[in-house]
């Protein structure tokens, strides 16, 4: 079986479609599969049919069972996710503060 590693910076995704079973294993840094932390050293794996999408915020080295078509891409929503979770959390703070409903 040929494998790819695949280093994925941060800040970055790296997103497919499967067309035929698709074994992922994280081997270095914390990534996650749609908020969800992936281990280090487990495989998942994923059938045809499926899409996934895989996300660091801190980089990450990834092995894959396929040697084409994974494209580590940065342009991606999870900044403004971030973005939209940092402004509620200071709502929450202002009305914890004031006694007010958030």
């Avoid at 059938?47 to 990834?62: A, L, P, Q, R």
Wanted: glycine fraction near 8%.
């Amino acid at each position: 079986m040929t494998t790819k590693e695949i280093v994925i910076e941060a800040g970055q995704e790296l997103r497919g479609d499967v067309d035929e079973t698709l074994t992922l294993e994280l081997r270095s840094g914390k990534a996650e599969i749609f908020g969800t932390e992936l281990a280090i050293g487990h495989k998942y794996q994923f059938t045809s049919g499926m899409k996934f999408s895989i996300f660091t915020y801190w980089g990450c080295t990834i092995v894959s069972s396929h040697d084409d078509y994974y494209v580590a891409r940065d342009e991606n929503p999870m900044h403004i996710y971030l973005n939209v979770h940092g402004m509620l959390e200071q709502l929450r703070q202002k009305a914890d503060a004031e006694k007010t409903r958030g």
